[in-house]
């Protein structure tokens, strides 16, 4: 009869199957697939199978766990997730925080190293923050004001061409910061000035305006002449070097004389001006046209292109009525004759009444030495 051998109880198979594995529970980390690393990890969210070993019994169990957490991935304390529908912007408008209104802050001093912000940082000279000003004692620049800075410090300095600064030029700027010869400084600057307003011995100021005459200047020539004078064009000629010589002579301006000779009269040649007619300090001699020739003078033509008074030779050829008209018996021939036989009609630059163009009966030999009058035009 065969043998039949005995059945091995259920827990000692168990066993024999332990003994089995227990070569095997513990493989080489690199031998972990990537996924069963963490699959028996207790905190694992997964909730994959776990194994235990109670009373020699293995017993695995499989779990999961599932903790409520918040969008932002944190746990809501409630134990529920929580998902707020409701998108929060920030606002990052520059507002400050601590004002309740809640408005923009704008600070009106610059920050940092920076000039105009009131302190006195590297490089500057000063700082006196919004008073900074080029008319002040510290420049948009942060620097001192200075003469030559080409800036004008207000009420300290008149004016300021950098380095044009130059003494003497006239309309000029000179190396301290003071106004040079201008008009307006109280005297003629020759030759660019006719006159100046605020001359002390300007008699009438009120015709002189932006330093040019505001009437027209009569005078009695320096030089003396015989009575050939080489026609009316002769003794315009004459008037004119004299006024160029004492530079009284502007753009367009030109000068004639007050003569008539025979034929053609002063009324014709000269400009009837509704302006004064004045001397080059402005003296009114006339206060126009119509007063000049009614027989009387405001003021003697008692001074000459030069702006001296006349004292001797107290004649002048004219040829010529008070009122401008030819005195056709007494030219000189035209002007053209120096003989003594021939003479000519005159008036005195010392006089106020009609003798100063015409004395009636003081005709003189040609041969004799004048002044004559100078009128502009």
Known sequence: MPLIAPRRSGTASVAV???ALGSTACPHPEAIPPDAATAGD????????????????????????????????????????TTDPITTTSSTTGVDPTTSTGEEVTSTEPEG??????????????????KNDDTAACTKGCLKATCGDHLVFADVEECD????????????????????????????????EQCDPE????????????????????????????GALGGLS??????????????????GRAFRAWLSDGVKSAAARITHSDAPYILLDGTIVAEGWADLVDGTLAHPIDRNEMNEPVKDFLWAWTGTTPQGLVDPMYTCSGWTSAMNDVKGARGRPDSLTSTWSWVKGGENACVTVQRIYCVEQ
């Open 17 to 19: 199957a332990l003994l």
């Open 199 to 226: 001359d002390p011995g300007l008699e009438n100021a009120a015709v002189c305006d932006s330093c040019v005459w505001g009437g027209k200047v009569m005078f009695a020539s320096s030089v003396v002449y015989s």
């Open 113 to 130: 190293d920076a000039c105009g912000n009131g302190v006195l940082d590297p490089g500057e000279e000063c700082d006196q923050g919004f």
């Open 161 to 192: 061409l950098g380095m044009a600064n130059q003494e003497g030029v006239y309309g000029g700027c000179t190396p301290g910061c003071e106004l040079g010869p201008h008009c307006g400084d109280g005297h003629r600057d020759e030759p660019f």
């Open 42 to 81: 207790p905190t694992s969210s997964t909730g994959e199978a776990s194994s235990t070993t109670t009373g020699g019994e293995s017993t695995t169990t499989s779990t999961t766990s599932e903790e409520p957490t918040s969008d932002s991935g944190v746990p809501d304390s409630t134990g529920t997730s």
């Open 234 to 251: 002769g003794a315009d000629d004459k008037c004119q070097v004299l006024a160029g010589e004492a530079q009284i002579i502007g753009e």
